[in-house]
C-alpha cells in the first residue's frame, strides 16, 4: 500500500545531543578500518588544522539513523509492520565533526515515491552542534515493504532463514 505523500515535508524535532567522543570515533575508524591518524591522534589531527580529532566521513550515521526511527516509528505516517532497509546513504559536509562536539540532529521527510511494490522514502537529517552550527547533512533511502509472513503464517521470513 503506497505511503501517504502529504508526510513530505513533516520535521521531526531535534533529537538529544549526542556527545562526539575521542574513543568513539577511534571505535568507529577501527570498525570501518578507516585509521587515518586524523582520526586517531590528536597531535595529527592539529597538524592538519583541526582543535582535535576529527570523525570518518560516514561517523553521522551513527546520529542520523536513529534519528531516523522518529520518522519509521511515527504511528500517524504508517509503517507498523512493514519491513524498512536502509538503502542509500551520502553525507553533505559544512565542516569535519570532531570530538568534542555536541551534536543534535533534525529530520525531515523529504520525498516518498513507490517502485515495484516498495516504497522508498528519502529523509534528510540535519547535523548541527547545540550552538546552532551546521556540520553534516545526511540523505538517507529506506526501502519500505509490507510483512508478509503474518498473512502466510511466517513463510516469508522462514525463507529467508529468520525466525
Known sequence: MPLDQSFVGRTYPPTAS????REKIREF????RDLHPAYLDPEAAKALGHPDVIAPPTFPVIIAIPAAYQAVNDPEFGLGDSWVVHGDQRFVYQRPMRAGDRIECVVKIEAIKSIAGSDMITLVSELRTVEGEPVCTAYGLFVVREDTSAKNGGADKAEAGES
Open 18 to 21: 549526542y556527545e562526539v567522543g
Open 29 to 32: 575508524a577501527t570498525a570501518v
